[in-house]
């Protein structure tokens, strides 16, 4: 599409120009004998035909000498009005390309921020299993320490475990082995 620059001085030149060829078919509808309706008949059809999105008024296609040279400036008015109009549109198509722009910028985070929550989320329930094992194979140890480790015993103290006098399950070989399967079978545990 090709952009049409509208002014003033064009305008009114255009006017002119009509106004020389209105006169001009004055003069022949004038010399040519005596009917000017196959003049009238002309200009009615063109009329029909003009798009009303150019027209300036109801009443500016009548034929009126000076009439055209008259109609520059409401036209050039108009005009003026529908650049300015263009402008704001085009301002506005900007800014929702801006927006697309954020939006997409914003679903792509979104996205990302939902694939490491999903990340975290299984590592975090990996981890509950883990502390839910590490429990279960702290558990014995832990009977022991409440049941059968009084008050007045410091954590220097030795113990030594599986007496007559003891009140928690013995410990087994099985305990052990579940306590170091929790630190991934390492002797460092």
Request: proline letters at 4%; aromatic letters at 6%; charged letters at 30%.
């Amino acid at each position: 599409m090709t952009e049409i620059t509208v002014n003033a001085a064009k305008i009114a030149r255009l006017a002119y120009g009509y106004e020389l060829m209105f006169r001009a078919i004055a003069e022949i509808a004038g010399t040519s004998g005596g009917s000017t309706q196959w003049f009238t008949q002309m200009g009615i059809e063109v009329q029909k035909r003009v798009d009303p999105l150019w027209k300036l008024l109801e009443d500016s296609n009548d034929p009126k000498p000076g009439d055209c040279l008259s109609q520059h400036v409401p036209f050039a008015e108009w005009a003026a009005h529908t650049e300015r109009k263009a402008e704001a549109l085009e301002h506005w198509r900007q800014e929702v390309g801006k927006l697309h722009s954020q939006i997409a910028t914003l679903t792509e985070e979104q996205d990302r921020i939902e694939r490491n929550r999903d990340m975290w989320k299984g590592q975090v329930e990996r981890q509950a299993e883990q502390i839910q094992e590490m429990r279960e194979a702290l558990r014995p140890f832990a009977k022991v320490a409440a049941l059968d480790i009084g008050e007045d015993e410091v954590d220097a103290d030795l113990f030594r475990p599986m007496t007559q006098h003891n009140h928690a399950p013995r410990l087994t070989v099985g305990d052990l082995r579940k306590a170091r399967a929790v630190f991934g079978g390492s002797s460092d545990a």
